[in-house]
């Protein structure tokens, strides 16, 4: 059986850009919300989750501020 899929959202900040952005678990980005790399994104980002339907991703998304930019991993389209 396979593992339930998760949501998380990555906020990050670099050179005076606020960005969020939501990825599935299983993302190669995310990868269940440690980043590609260790350590890489604890000095300018932060990630949230695991939430366990995109909507309730979404709803995070939205509601961090002061965000200028909100995108989706093409690892949430719709498969």
Known sequence: MAAPI???????????EFIASIHRGDCIHCNEGR???LGSTLRRGKWHGPFKTRSKAVAKLTS????TVRVSCEC???R
Request: aromatic fraction near 14%; charged fraction near 15%.
């Open 6 to 16: 998760t949501y998380y959202v990555h906020e990050s900040w670099t050179d005076g």
């Open 35 to 37: 980043g590609q790399v």
């Open 64 to 67: 961090l501020s002061p965000i």
């Open 76 to 78: 949430t389209e719709i």
